[in-house]
């Protein structure tokens, strides 16, 4: 239906296949970083003090540089593959997740409810795990819709640098890299995987925004 390679092999049926590489990377790098961000940012914004010194600043240091180009650095002494895509990407999306959890705590833990709940008795862990936590996973719902547009196209971008996903599986950026020689002859074989990533992308942009519309009581009028 969409033509073939420059090895005969069909377009469409390596960008069904190749979703899975570049999905799962999507889905369990910010899954990972959801985890984590969400854990440090939590912990920092209600023990403050210096463990919010330590962590955040930490994080800090990480999102002074340039996602692609420590990616490759990192992925570089890994190696390729899609084990070490998630894990790489996952870390670099923290410092986000992290600071957008601060400042949620931060804000939630001055309320009212919280501080009532404090006075009749309850733990740190009770207040952070049953009246803060549950206060603040609306933005970060919508950051990890986000987070997984911007993991898909670093992801793209690393597979066509060759740092990603490796042969003979097949990925939508692995797909562009081996075109581009081809590119004046058969534009197809470039053209429908960077169709299919830029789709992709806008979908769950659109649904990230739902998705704040929905989880916002404030927007749903």
């Known amino acids: 239906m969409l033509g073939t390679d420059e090895f005969g092999r069909d377009i469409l049926s390596r960008i069904i296949y190749g979703a899975r590489p570049t999905l799962t990377v ?27 010194q330590v962590l955040m600043r930490s ?16 992925v570089g002494f890994l190696g390729p593959g899609v ?3 998630v894990l790489v990407i996952g870390i670099l999306f923290v410092p986000t997740f992290a600071r957008l959890a601060y400042a949620e705590t931060l804000r939630v ?3 009212e409810y ?7 008795g309850a733990t740190s862990q009770r207040l952070l795990v049953q009246h803060i936590l549950p206060n603040i996973t609306a933005p970060l719902i919508v950051q990890f819709s986000l987070a997984m547009a911007a993991a898909i196209l670093l992801e793209s971008g690393l597979s066509f640098l060759g740092l990603g ?15 581009r020689g081809y590119m004046a002859q058969a534009p197809n074989s470039m053209l429908w995987p960077a169709l299919v990533i830029a789709t992709t ?3 769950i942009n659109v649904a990230g925004d739902a998705l704040r519309d929905v989880l916002d009581p404030r927007l749903r009028s």
């Open 83 to 85: 084990r070490n895509l």
């Open 165 to 179: 996903v490796v042969p003979p599986e097949s990925s939508w950026g692995l797909m562009i890299a081996g075109a």
């Open 109 to 111: 833990k001055e309320l």
């Open 201 to 203: 992308i806008l979908a």
């Open 114 to 120: 919280v501080a009532a709940a404090g006075a009749l």
């Open 26 to 52: 999507a889905v369990g790098a910010s899954s990972l970083a959801l985890v984590l961000g969400s854990l440090a940012g939590l912990v920092a914004g209600f023990y403050r003090g210096l463990l919010d």
């Open 59 to 74: 994080l800090d240091t990480l999102l002074s540089f340039p996602p692609i180009l420590l990616a490759m650095l990192v």
